[in-house]
Nanobody, 129 residues
């Protein structure tokens, strides 16, 4: 069973950077596409990015395109979300989720929610001056 854990959240100033990590010890991590979501207080959950199981392709929400970069190191069972030029509107709890199957290529769209098999507990990112 996939068990995911996020880390790397914190409080930063606008314009600064953070790198989030999503790990899944003890599983065949390299077979799972990983998606990143975020949810701000009082707002709906927003899909941020996703990366193919082998890392070959990724996708981004328009709101983070050009500022966030997703990558993975399957040897370390870890997916990273590098977040640069952070803005106050990026403040949210960030979650990762895994899918071992999706009929839609990652370059077209991230896996639909119904294919996500597990979620992490979230890590809080606060961007404030």
């Amino acid at each position: 069973q996939l068990q995911l854990m996020e880390s790397g959240g914190g409080t930063v100033l606008p314009g600064e950077s953070l790198r989030l990590s999503c790990t899944a010890p003890g599983v065949r991590f390299r077979h799972y596409a990983i998606s990143w979501f975020r949810q701000a207080p009082g707002k709906d959950r927003e899909e941020v990015s996703c990366i193919q199981a082998n890392g070959a392709n990724s996708n981004y929400a328009d709101s983070v395109k050009g500022r966030f970069t997703v990558s993975r190191d399957n040897a370390k069972n870890t997916v990273y979300l590098q977040m640069n030029d952070l803005k106050p509107e990026d403040t949210a709890t960030y979650y990762c989720a895994g899918a071992s199957y999706s009929p839609t290529p990652i370059v077209i769209a991230c896996p639909e929610n119904r294919f996500l098999e597990a979620w992490g507990q979230g890590t809080l990112v606060t961007v404030s001056s």
